[in-house]
C-alpha cells in the first residue's frame, strides 16, 4: 500500500513525459521522414506529405514505367503548374526536386504523373507546407 501511493506519481509523471516526447517527436522528425515520395504499381506512396519552404523532396520510381511527379494547379486538372517537375524518372530511377523558398505556410502543392495523369491509380497527391 505504501510502495503503491509512492509509486503512482511517478508513474503518471513517466507517463505525461513520454507523451510529451512522443509528440515532439511527432511535430520535428515526422516532417524530415516524410520527404520521401516512392512509386510503385502506378501509384505515389504518401499522397499527402508535410514540408517546409525550400525542403528537397526526394522520388523513388520503384516501378518498371517511366513517371514525373510534378505539380498541378488544381486537383486532376495535369496541367503542370510550374512550382515543381521532376521530369521522366527511369524505372528503378531517383532524383529530388525542391519546394520553393518562397511557399508559404499552409499552402497546399497538388501533384500528379506527367506520363500518366489520370491513369495512376492515386492520380493526385498533396505536399502541405508547415512549421
Ligand atoms: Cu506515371
Given at each position: 500500500?505504501?510502495s503503491?501511493?509512492i509509486?503512482?506519481?511517478?508513474?503518471?509523471?513517466?507517463?505525461?513525459i513520454?507523451?510529451v516526447?512522443?509528440?515532439?517527436?511527432?511535430?520535428?522528425?515526422?516532417?524530415?521522414?516524410?520527404?520521401?515520395?516512392?512509386?510503385?504499381?502506378?501509384?505515389?506512396s504518401?499522397?499527402?506529405l508535410?514540408?517546409?519552404?525550400?525542403?528537397?523532396?526526394t522520388?523513388?520510381?520503384?516501378?518498371t514505367?517511366?513517371?514525373t511527379v510534378t505539380?498541378e494547379?488544381?486537383?486532376?486538372l495535369?496541367?503542370?503548374?510550374?512550382?515543381?517537375?521532376?521530369?521522366?524518372?527511369?524505372?528503378?530511377?531517383?532524383?529530388?526536386?525542391?519546394?520553393?523558398?518562397?511557399?508559404?505556410?499552409?499552402?497546399?502543392?497538388?501533384?500528379y504523373?506527367?506520363?500518366?495523369?489520370?491513369?495512376?491509380?492515386?492520380p493526385?497527391?498533396?505536399?502541405?507546407?508547415?512549421?
Amino acid at each position: 500500500m505504501y510502495s503503491l501511493k509512492i509509486n503512482q506519481p511517478y508513474l503518471l509523471f513517466f507517463f505525461i513525459i513520454n507523451l510529451v516526447g512522443l509528440v515532439g517527436c511527432g511535430s520535428s522528425n515526422g516532417l524530415e521522414e516524410d520527404l520521401t515520395i516512392t512509386i510503385s504499381a502506378m501509384s505515389f506512396s504518401p499522397t499527402a506529405l508535410n514540408a517546409l519552404a525550400g525542403d528537397t523532396i526526394t522520388v523513388i520510381n520503384d516501378d518498371t514505367t517511366t513517371h514525373t511527379v510534378t505539380s498541378e494547379s488544381s486537383p486532376s486538372l495535369f496541367d503542370n503548374s510550374g512550382t515543381f517537375d521532376t521530369g521522366n524518372i527511369s524505372p528503378s530511377g531517383t532524383t529530388t526536386f525542391r519546394i520553393p523558398d518562397s511557399a508559404t505556410l499552409g499552402t497546399i502543392y497538388y501533384f500528379y504523373c506527367n506520363q500518366h495523369k489520370s491513369l495512376m491509380s492515386t492520380p493526385n497527391g498533396t505536399i502541405t507546407i508547415q512549421n
